[in-house]
Each structure stands twice: as structure tokens, then as C-alpha cells.
């Protein structure tokens, strides 16, 4: 799911000659509604990459954390 979001998105990263960096294992099972997790990481990621400046970098990466995954966007702009 998240590969597929980031194939979606990574035309907008190119067009700002913004890395994309992904570091997200393929073995989690979650139990989920698979659209809504989809805006959610299209939403993040498409924030990212808006608000990055060009040259800049966007990480995505998972951490696990006993029974919950946390998804984390990262990026080098200026931020809230």
C-alpha cells in the first residue's frame, strides 16, 4: 500500500527534484480500512512534498512498537 501511494505521488516529488526515501518493512498484517489508510498516507505524503522545497528530501519511514506500527513522515522543510 505504501509503495503504491509513493509510485502515485512521486511525479510531483521529480517535477521538485525532491528525494523520495523510503524505508517501510512489507511484512505487517493490519487490520484496517484500506481506503481511508490510503488518504491518510496520500494526504502526509502529498503535505511532504508540497511543502518541502525544491532539492529537498521526504523519508517515510515504519517503526514497530509491540502491537502498533507507527508510520512517520519525515522531511527537511520548515514545518508548523
Known amino acids: 500500500m505504501v509503495s503504491a501511494n509513493i509510485d502515485l505521488l512521486s511525479y510531483f516529488a ?5 528525494s523520495l526515501h523510503i524505508n517501510v518493512s512489507e511484512n505487517y498484517n493490519v487490520l484496517a480500512d484500506e ?30 512498537d509491540n502491537d502498533q506500527i507507527e508510520i512517520c513522515i519525515k522531511d527537511n522543510c520548515i514545518g508548523i
Open 14 to 18: 521529480v517535477r521538485k527534484n525532491i
Open 35 to 64: 481506503n481511508m489508510i490510503s488518504c491518510f498516507l496520500q494526504n502526509l505524503i502529498t503535505n511532504a512534498i508540497k511543502f518541502t522545497k525544491e532539492g529537498g528530501w521526504v523519508k517515510l519511514v515504519t517503526e514497530d
